[in-house]
T-cell receptor
Framework: KAGVTQTPRYLIKTRGQQVTLSCSPISGHRSVSWYQQTPGQGLQFLFEYFSETQRNKGNFPGRFSGRQFSNSRSEMNVSTLELGDSALYLC??????????FGSGTRLTVV | QKEVEQNSGPLSVPEGAIASLNCTYSDRGSQSFFWYRQYSGKSPELIMSIYSNGDKEDGRFTAQLNKASQYVSLLIRDSQPSDSATYLCAVNHGDDKIIFGKGTRLHILP
């Protein structure tokens, strides 16, 4: 059974650019959540999608957005990148109230 | 603001001893509770889930939940050096949004 797949694994961007990260959940999982992890703040919830609908949203600015496709694959986009957006971005999929299974993450560095 | 609190550690435990990790949460409506293990440079891995008051055992791991005290803990028996990692407590508040604590760093001393 394939796990959660995130692409790309590493990314270096310049301030002001935008970035799109991709996540393919475990087959059959309809819920996809995104988290930002930094050393100081730990895992911060970004948003959760279920059946192409955003069900929950964390306390992040509007520069952070996401979407989910009919095959449950999800993307998140960050526009107008800031240095503080450098972090590990983790995607997790779930099959209703089970614990999440995380992907390997995308390490974003903004310079 | 729903919160999950953990002692950041590091918690140092001799090899073979019991490691005890604790977590408190703020929302009484919380329904599901999870413990994740995260090695440095890796993504979190689910090791235990618990949904009702009491103890749940899985191998060397025991999760304990006390909803009245809003407290959940993880015990690791016969601690091994490979248990050295950061342990994240996570709580599902019933709206399918899982909130994580900042984690406790555990160091098993050989």
């Amino acid at each position: 059974k394939a796990g959660v797949t995130q692409t790309p694994r590493y990314l270096i961007k310049t301030r002001g650019q935008q970035v799109t990260l991709s996540c393919s959940p475990i087959s059959g999982h309809r819920s996809v959540s995104w988290y930002q992890q930094t050393p100081g703040q730990g895992l911060q919830f970004l948003f959760e999608y279920f059946s192409e609908t955003q069900r929950n949203k964390g306390n992040f600015p509007g520069r952070f957005s996401g979407r989910q496709f009919s095959n449950s694959r999800s993307e998140m986009n960050v526009s107008t990148l800031e240095l503080g957006d450098s972090a590990l971005y983790l995607c997790a999929s779930s099959n209703y109230r089970e614990g999440y299974t995380f992907g390997s993450g995308t390490r974003l560095t903004v310079v | 603001q729903k919160e999950v609190e953990q002692n950041s550690g590091p918690l140092s435990v001799p090899e073979g001893a019991i490691a005890s990790l604790n977590c408190t949460y703020s929302d009484r409506g919380s329904q599901s509770f999870f413990w994740y293990r995260q090695y440095s440079g890796k993504s979190p891995e689910l090791i235990m889930s618990i949904y009702s008051n009491g103890d749940k055992e899985d191998g060397r791991f025991t999760a304990q939940l006390n909803k009245a005290s809003q407290y959940v803990s993880l015990l690791i028996r016969d601690s091994q050096p490979s248990d050295s990692a950061t342990y994240l407590c996570a709580v599902n508040h019933g709206d399918d949004k899982i909130i994580f604590g900042k984690g406790t760093r555990l160091h098993i001393l050989p």
